[in-house]
Every structure is written in structure tokens, then in C-alpha cells.
């Protein structure tokens, strides 16, 4: 499995910007397809994670509730969108999708197998 995100980049404070996680090679239809970030200094964090197959969820993290919001392509069966609006500073960091082909919690990163390359966000104030 190979995952490819884009769609980051410069944005201001308040702005929003759409990420997406395109797979290829087979994907894990119960199983999670998640982002993550690393702040620059920091530790890479969860934000919000979908199943394949749309089965419960999605979850996030609660520094991003009601303003970010994951969910699969409507027309692309290995794609998947993370949706950041109302973006702020602390939102700045390298954003990462991941995907794992084993059950456990969405937020468990050990668990995730593939990783994608990461995309950069900036927000500025």
C-alpha cells in the first residue's frame, strides 16, 4: 500500500484548506485510515481518523473537533479528505495520513502500518 497526501500549504489565520490521501494497492475495508501531525519540536499527534469503509466514527482529536472534518471520497474508493476550516496558528505542522490493516484504537499510531510522505500546513496570525 502506497498513500500520497497533498493539498497543504500557506494559509492565514481563520482560512481553511483541504487536505487529501490518495491509496494505492488494496486498502483494509474495516480498518482505520487516519491523520496525523508534527508540530515543529513536538511530537507527531493524532487528528481524526475514518474506516474504509465508513463503519462508525469518524473520530478526532479534541483540539480539532468542529473544525476539521475527515471523510472519504465520494467518487475515488482510495481517497480520503481531511477538511481543516477556521485554521489557527497551533494548527501549523506536517500533516500525515496513515493506514494500518489491523483493528485497535484510531489513535494508536504504533498500529499503523503506511505512512504517506506528509504535507505542510502553515498558518499564519
Known amino acids: 500500500v502506497q498513500l500520497q497526501a497533498s493539498g497543504g500549504g500557506l494559509v492565514q489565520a481563520g482560512g481553511s484548506l483541504r487536505l487529501s490521501c490518495a491509496a494505492s494497492?488494496?486498502?483494509?475495508?474495516?480498518?482505520?485510515m487516519a491523520w496525523f501531525r508534527q508540530a515543529p519540536g513536538k511530537e507527531r499527534e493524532f487528528v481524526a481518523a475514518?474506516?474504509?469503509?465508513?463503519?462508525?466514527?469518524?473520530?478526532y482529536a479534541d483540539s480539532v473537533k468542529g473544525r476539521f472534518t475527515v471523510a472519504r471520497d465520494s467518487a475515488k474508493r482510495n481517497a480520503v479528505h481531511l477538511q481543516m476550516n477556521n485554521l489557527k496558528s497551533e494548527d501549523t505542522a506536517v500533516y500525515y495520513c496513515a493506514t494500518r490493516s489491523v483493528p485497535g484504537a484510531p489513535t494508536s499510531e504504533a498500529e499503523y502500518a503506511y505512512w504517506g510522505q506528509g504535507t505542510l500546513v502553515t498558518v499564519s496570525s
Open positions: 475514518i474506516r474504509w469503509n465508513g463503519a462508525g466514527g469518524p473520530y
Open positions: 494497492g488494496r486498502t483494509f475495508g474495516s480498518y482505520f
